[in-house]
């Protein structure tokens, strides 16, 4: 069973389904620098998203030319190595904290 069976599933049992993300798996964002796709099926997903009011998140950002793609397709939510590392768990209080703090204050 796929994920869209499993919605449909779900919502033929009355659950109320409510999606307001839509994420870009890194696969797709390789396929960013492909010769011949050149990111099609990314700026589609993209656009599709934003045409629903979706956040669209992009995973697994590697390097400047993929940010570049998504920055000039209005992607604006963006994570992978490109920006930073994942964190041990004993360092993300250390590096989040300081931020929480200060919008705190504000």
């Not at 307001?20 to 050149?38: G, L, M, R, V, W």
């Not at 994942?86 to 360092?91: A, H, I, K, T």
């Amino acid at each position: 069973m796929n994920n869209f069976m499993i919605l449909h599933e779900l919502k033929e049992l009355g659950f109320l389904i409510s999606i307001d993300t839509i994420k870009i798996d890194k696969s797709f964002i390789d396929d960013i620098e492909h010769p011949i796709h050149q990111g099609s099926l990314v700026k589609g997903i993209i656009d599709m998203g934003q045409s629903m009011n979706f956040y669209v998140l992009a995973e697994g950002i590697e390097n400047k030319e993929q940010v570049q793609f998504l920055i000039k397709n209005h992607c604006k939510y963006e994570q992978g190595y490109y920006f930073r590392k994942p964190l041990p768990v004993e360092e993300i209080e250390e590096y989040i904290l300081p931020t929480l703090m200060n919008s705190e204050r504000i």
